[in-house]
């Protein structure tokens, strides 16, 4: 990691008390939290919204882990690839078609609302705008509070993996790279072109 990580005993009593509250709710101080409580006004903001779109957001559980995902695809951040991998299959994100979205290509979904999540999604993060017939479908799908929500998520887990990548905050050493295009914290070869939809 670029920054050093702060000890204990060097936390001051604001640093101490956002330390509890992060342990308190995701088991342990690590990764971008590492980062985070450097600047521990910034930690106290970022981790409550970090919590309601993980945890408390109106949509499922699987979706959350997905747009962390395809967030973490976006920016090639690593480290929440291999740290949700696990956790988005086994909400129910298949496999294969997470297996083709770090391999730059087009997935197939059985489920509608993976495939209006993933199209709203990847307009959003790909194109920066949203078109009006993905929209309305998403909105249908997910409702008001929904589309905000994915949003949210879509901010919050960018500027996560921006922190991640931007502090080389330490790759699991157990996981294989990913990406094909990405090692380390670089690209080694440039990013394909999408294939199209089937």
Not at 41 to 55: I, M, P
Not at 156 to 176: G, H, I, K
């Amino acid at each position: 990691m670029r920054l050093p990580v702060l000890k204990q005993a060097e936390f001051s009593a604001r640093q101490r008390e956002l330390a509890a509250r992060i342990a308190g709710k995701r088991g342990q101080v690590r990764g971008p939290f590492l980062v985070w409580l450097h600047s521990p006004e910034l930690c106290d903001r970022v981790e409550a919204l970090g919590a309601y779109v993980r945890y408390d957001c109106s949509l499922p559980d699987k979706l959350r882990e997905f747009s962390i995902l395809l967030t973490a695809r976006h920016w090639d951040a690593q480290h929440s690839w291999n740290a949700h991998l696990d956790k988005a299959i086994a909400a129910g994100i298949p496999a294969a078609a997470l297996r083709a979205i770090a391999e730059h290509q087009h997935p197939h979904f059985d489920s509608v609302d993976e495939q209006v999540f993933y199209d709203f999604c990847m307009e959003m993060l790909e194109e920066h705008f949203v078109s009006d017939a993905t929209f309305t479908a998403a909105l249908r799908q997910f409702g008001n509070q929904g589309v905000v929500d994915i949003i949210g998520c879509l901010g919050n887990f960018s500027m996560l993996a921006m922190c991640l990548n931007a502090f080389q905050v330490d790759l699991d050493p157990t996981r294989a790279p990913p990406y094909p295009d990405v090692r380390g914290f670089g690209r080694i070869a440039p990013r394909p072109a999408k294939a199209p939809a089937t």
